[in-house]
């Protein structure tokens, strides 16, 4: 079955530190969403993107973060400077919107620590 | 934005049905009511979806009454291994109709033996 891939699976990095995150959807996926979940809370999404354009940034703090997705494909998130706050887990999904399902496929996730 | 309102916590015991009940009292017309379910470190997995009345799979049955401000997941006979969060996400579409997705703070069930 074809999965979503998130790479790395932890991060530990100072404040201060520049940290990116990689995400692979699955294939033929269109839509791709960045999300953030902070332990016993919800995931927020950041970033949506459809192919190679966002659709939706409005939580995406851009000051520090930014998101792309160049060739409509993989996607990359960059934090500049990490802040002891965006110590959380970082999530990627895609979903292909086929028939009307808006079921999402959720990769494993980025385990921020920012110490 | 359609708000979700779920119950922080819920307790079962195994061989049990278990009802979770998510508020969405300003869900718009072409809004779909999903329902996820995570386990600790892992991503969030689909459970089920639908948009009016009843909907059931293996897994689950998705009840939706007419009015569309609630929706109830009904888990059959949980396991242990169904301690859980469950979310609840109702998505808007956005002016140029793309479809944004807003997850809730999810029901934490714990199946005790």
């Known amino acids: 079955e074809a999965e979503v891939a998130q790479s790395p699976r932890y991060k530990i990095t100072e404040k201060s530190q520049a940290v990116a995150f990689w995400c692979d959807p699955i294939?033929?996926?269109?839509?791709l969403y960045w999300y953030r979940q902070i332990l016993g809370q919800g995931p927020e999404l950041l970033v949506q993107f459809q192919d190679e354009s966002v659709v939706d940034d409005s939580q995406l703090p851009k000051d520090r973060f930014s998101a792309e997705r160049l060739k409509g494909v993989d996607s990359t998130l960059k934090i500049q400077p990490a802040e002891l706050g965006d110590s959380a887990m970082y999530l990627c999904?895609?979903?292909?919107?086929?028939?009307?399902?808006?079921?999402?496929?959720f990769g494993p996730g980025t385990r921020l620590t920012v110490t | 934005l359609a708000k979700t309102t779920q119950p922080i916590s819920m307790d079962s015991y195994e061989g049990q049905e278990v009802n979770i009940t998510c508020s969405h009292n300003n869900i718009a017309t072409n809004d779909y009511i999903t329902w996820y379910q995570q386990f600790p470190s892992q991503g969030p997995r689909f459970i089920i979806q639908g948009y009016k009345t009843k909907v059931t799979n293996e897994v689950a049955s998705l009840f939706i009454p007419a009015d569309r401000k609630s929706s109830t997941l009904s888990l059959p006979r949980v396991s242990l291994s169904d301690t859980a969060v469950y979310y609840c996400l109702v998505g808007h579409h956005a002016s140029g109709g793309s479809y944004i997705p807003t997850f809730g703070r999810g029901t934490s069930l714990i199946v005790h033996p």
């Open positions: 999904a895609s979903t292909g919107l086929q028939t009307g399902s808006y079921e999402q496929y």
């Open positions: 294939s033929g996926h269109a839509t």
